[in-house]
């Protein structure tokens, strides 16, 4: 099995852990380049997109990141997207930006309107869990929208990136990861 690094910045690190440890990945968590450097994925998990960003620029990252997302499978949740989005709303993207995606920051509204809600994924309805969830507003043409709820992409993907808007790893499945693994792993 490859090696899969969780962003170890902020966010729901351990839960992510947790689900690829049970889909037996070995993992890293990430707080520098030397770790990343020794990975061949990369989960960037929800949290907080502005605290996230800037712990990446504290902890040198962004080059390093930068090189990675353009080379390797990389798979972002919620605050994660945001970091990959090109045009965030009402904000300035990073430099390692990739997703050919408009996002709104909490575009499903703040923590008291987080929610649940199915999405069908594979011919499967899954549990998604949305928390000050973004929303995603426009896509490029290189982008496979995989899930949607109210007709909104929800869970996409373009080259090598799935990136979710809500958190798979706060589900009982653990369909998307094992999804991921499978596609870009083997």
Not at 123 to 142: H, Q, T, Y
Request: glycine share 6%.
């Amino acid at each position: 099995m490859r090696i899969i690094g969780i962003l170890n910045l902020q966010g729901d690190v351990e839960k992510h852990a947790s689900v690829f440890k049970k889909l037996n990945a070995e993992i890293i968590l990430v707080k520098n380049s030397d770790d990343l450097s020794k990975c061949d994925g990369l989960v960037f998990p929800g949290g907080e997109s502005s605290t996230m960003k800037m712990m990446i620029e504290f902890s040198n990252l962004t080059n390093a990141l930068t090189d990675f997302v353009q080379k390797k499978p990389i798979f972002a949740t919620c605050a994660g997207v945001v970091l990959l989005a090109k045009t965030i709303l009402n904000d300035i993207p990073t430099k390692f930006a990739k997703l050919d995606i408009s996002v709104k920051r909490n575009g499903w509204g703040r923590q008291v309107h987080s929610f649940i809600s199915e999405i069908d994924f594979l011919g499967k309805s899954l549990e998604a869990v949305f928390i000050r969830a973004p929303k995603i507003s426009e896509i490029g043409k290189l982008v496979t929208v995989l899930a949607k709820i109210e007709n909104e992409p929800v869970l996409i993907e373009q080259d090598n990136i799935l990136a979710s808007t809500f958190h798979p790893e706060l589900s009982e499945h653990s369909v998307i990861q094992k999804y991921w693994l499978e596609k870009y792993f083997g």
